[in-house]
Structure formats: structure tokens, C-alpha cells
T-cell receptor, first 116, second 114 residues
Framework: GAGVSQSPSNKVTEKGKDVELRCDPI?????LYWYRQSLGQGLEFLIY????????KSGLPSDRFSAERTGGSVSTLTIQRTQQEDSAVYLC??????????????FGAGTRLSVL | GDSVTQMEGPVTLSEEAFLTINCTYT??????LFWYVQYPGEGLQLLLK?????DKGSNKGFEATYRKETTSFHLEKGSVQVSDSAVYFC?????????????FGKGTKLTVNP
């Protein structure tokens, strides 16, 4: 597809369950990012992947959160033992590798996670 | 740490009014600056960007100038339309230690009435 694709678009789960969120970046983009958008915290960085380099996980809020990127393309964000405060819209973005500070990040439509 | 502060909304204007949304930043280094827009029910879209001092980004009638001396990147439009109703996010990007991420302001919701 032409843009960043995320699935599912909506996810409702019960507290304590694990969830997996998927992101398909734009073809050819080597950098992939996850962000979280919530009412209280605004837009927060979670994790950054660039090619085969070790990811920057500095934004992950707890060890219940993890992400992987297989084959340098598709990424999965996993939240274990979900809590109500995990309810948010999870956004994925991708960009071309290029000059530092000049990459444009293209965002998917997001996954709205509701933890009951 | 790096941060972005933008004027809190909501902002309500009549069609054809002048728009300014203020944005200032704090960063160690020389960031790139962006405005993203989120229309109702849609994802984030890049509106405009600037990568160095005195650069002016522009798109769809919107403009913003990178002012290093005042660490600002205010968004302006001379005549807003109903279709401009959306949430606007100011953001900066810096590369640190091989990693790069966007740091966003909290967003400003704009409503334009006919």
C-alpha cells in the first residue's frame, strides 16, 4: 500500500490480557517509530527502529511493553497484562533513512486500544 | 530535556479570520521543526517543516518561520476555512546517539465556524 498501515483499527480488551498491535511501514522506509496518544499525556514516543541497529526503547513506559521488527519491515507492539491506563491510540510512523534531523515521518491511522 | 510548548486551545474562529498558533521549543542542539495536523477521524499528517534558522515552511496557505533567536515556530494563516478545523501539533526532531524521535506539543484544537 501507499501509506503506513496499522491493525487492528480498534481493540477492546479486558484488564490483564495481552494485546498485539501491528504496523506495516511504507515500502523502502528503514526507520519505524511507535508513539502513544492519550488525553492526559498527549503524544509520547515509545520506540524507534532503524535498519539492523539496536532499537531505542527509551520511551517504553514499563517492562509490560515490548516491540519487535521482523525482517526490517513489519513491526508488532505487544502489551502484556494490560491495565486501564494503557488505553490510548497507538500510532506507528515510518521514514526514509537520510540526513539527520531531516527525515519526514509518515503516520498510520493508529490503533485505538480500550482496556476495560 | 527537549520540549515543545504550544498555546492551549481550543481556538474558535470565524471563516476568513487570521490564525496564529504559538509554538516555542527547548532543545540542546539544532532541531528540525514541524507542524502536524490531525483532521477529525484521521491520522497525523505533516503540514509543513523547517530545518534551519530563518527557513519558512508553507503549505495549504499555512506558514511558519524557524526563529532561532526566540526558539519559536509560530503557525499562521491569513484566512481560515471551515475545512481547516482540526488539531494542530508543533513538534521538533533531533538525532541523539543514533536515535531520532519527534517531541510533540500538546496540540491545539481549532474550530472554524461558517
Amino acid at each position: 500500500g501507499a501509506g503506513v498501515s496499522q491493525s487492528p483499527s480498534n481493540k477492546v480488551t479486558e484488564k490483564g490480557k495481552d494485546v498485539e498491535l501491528r504496523c506495516d511501514p511504507i515500502s523502502g522506509h528503514t526507520a519505524l517509530y511507535w508513539y502513544r496518544q492519550s488525553l492526559g499525556q498527549g503524544l509520547e514516543f515509545l520506540i524507534y527502529f532503524q535498519g539492523n541497529s539496536a532499537p531505542d526503547k527509551s520511551g517504553l513506559p514499563s517492562d509490560r511493553f515490548s516491540a519487535e521488527r521482523t525482517g526490517g519491515s513489519v513491526s508488532t507492539l505487544t502489551i502484556q497484562r494490560t491495565q486501564q491506563e494503557d488505553s490510548a491510540v497507538y500510532l506507528c510512523a515510518s521514514s526514509l533513512s537520510g540526513l539527520p534531523g531531516r527525515n519526514i515521518q509518515y503516520f498510520g491511522a493508529g490503533t485505538r486500544l480500550s482496556v476495560l | 530535556g527537549d520540549s515543545v510548548t504550544q498555546m492551549e486551545g481550543p481556538v474558535t474562529l470565524s471563516e476568513e479570520a487570521f490564525l496564529t498558533i504559538n509554538c516555542t521549543y527547548t532543545a540542546t542542539g539544532y532541531p528540525s521543526l514541524f507542524w502536524y495536523v490531525q483532521y477529525p477521524g484521521e491520522g497525523l499528517q505533516l503540514l509543513l517543516k523547517a530545518t534551519k534558522a530563518d527557513d519558512k515552511g508553507s503549505n495549504k496557505g499555512f506558514e511558519a518561520t524557524y526563529r532561532k533567536e526566540t526558539t519559536s515556530f509560530h503557525l499562521e494563516k491569513g484566512s481560515v476555512q471551515v475545512s481547516d478545523s482540526a488539531v494542530y501539533f508543533c513538534a521538533l526532531s533531533l538525532r541523539r546517539g543514533g536515535s531520532e524521535k519527534l517531541v510533540f506539543g500538546k496540540g491545539t484544537k481549532l474550530t472554524v465556524n461558517p
